[in-house]
């Protein structure tokens, strides 16, 4: 019977840190909370919870992530970010895998609460994330900020489990806004250090398709106005990225 740990990392998470934490007791036998020296209640709230607490600077989305799985004690953990939650349904499933635990690693659709409003449709649900794993078969991987799970080995085998991940995202649209012009200069950064570049035909497809395929194919338009401003945000996100890349070039030769 595998023991778990559950892994968060946090900077500033006063607003939701205390569902995650209660979401967490009773499922997962420890909780470690690698926190980027909050400057909110963010470490108060977790010192009233039987939490291992650790601080670290900032070291990069992905680099956190697998500088707090090294600090998990048990090689199964169940990995989330501070505005996470399981749902009822999902921490259900995950006691059962004490006893079911087969295969390396498990998804768990996301679902995500923009604006006080769960949204249903567009790129963010089902929002399905592998964040039930052995940590000796997975790390996190990606382009910062966009950050995933991802296994090891082409062989290695996932199963997916009842229940949601609940994501508290966005409370406004100015922290959207705001959250969307942070996270595209990190994408920006990163696609430079990768080589990747930005011809000008990928400021009008990339960002024009982005929108289409969330707000036209996966149904953006049923969520309303949150849906019509998230799937114009996933287009936006899309253009400043590729736009802030072209900067970048141009400061380089500039140089």
């Not at 249903?120 to 964040?131: A, V």
Request: aromatic fraction near 14%; glycine fraction near 6%; proline fraction near 2%.
């Amino acid at each position: 019977m595998p023991k778990l740990s559950g892994v968060i990392i946090t900077f500033n998470e006063e607003r939701n840190i205390e569902k995650c934490l209660q979401s967490l007791a009773g499922v997962v036998d420890e909780i470690v909370v690698v926190d980027s020296f909050s400057t909110d209640k963010t470490k108060a709230i977790c010192e009233q919870y039987n939490v291992k607490f650790v601080e670290q600077k900032f070291l990069g989305y992905i680099e956190q992530k697998n500088f707090a799985l090294g600090e998990a004690t048990y090689n199964h953990v169940v990995s989330l970010d501070g505005d996470e939650a399981l749902s009822k349904k999902l921490q259900a499933s995950i006691k059962l895998l004490k006893t079911t635990w087969t295969l390396d690693g498990y998804y768990a659709n996301r679902y995500n609460n923009f604006c006080g409003q769960w949204i249903k449709h567009s790129d963010w649900y089902p929002n399905k994330k592998l964040r039930v794993f052995d940590k000796r078969k997975a790390q996190w991987q990606g382009i910062n900020p966009h950050d995933n799970v991802q296994l090891h080995d082409t062989a290695s085998e996932a199963g997916h489990l009842k229940g949601d991940i609940l994501h508290w995202t966005y409370q406004s649209y100015k922290e959207m806004d705001e959250k969307t012009d942070y996270f595209s200069t990190i994408a920006a950064k990163a696609y430079l250090d990768k080589g990747k570049t930005a011809p000008i035909w990928k400021l009008i497809w990339n960002p024009s398709w982005a929108f289409f395929k969330a707000y036209f194919l996966r149904l953006g338009f049923l969520d309303g106005l949150n849906g019509y401003r998230i799937c114009y945000q996933t287009g936006k996100i899309t253009y400043l990225k590729y736009y802030k890349l072209r900067e970048l070039y141009k400061a380089l030769r500039a140089s």
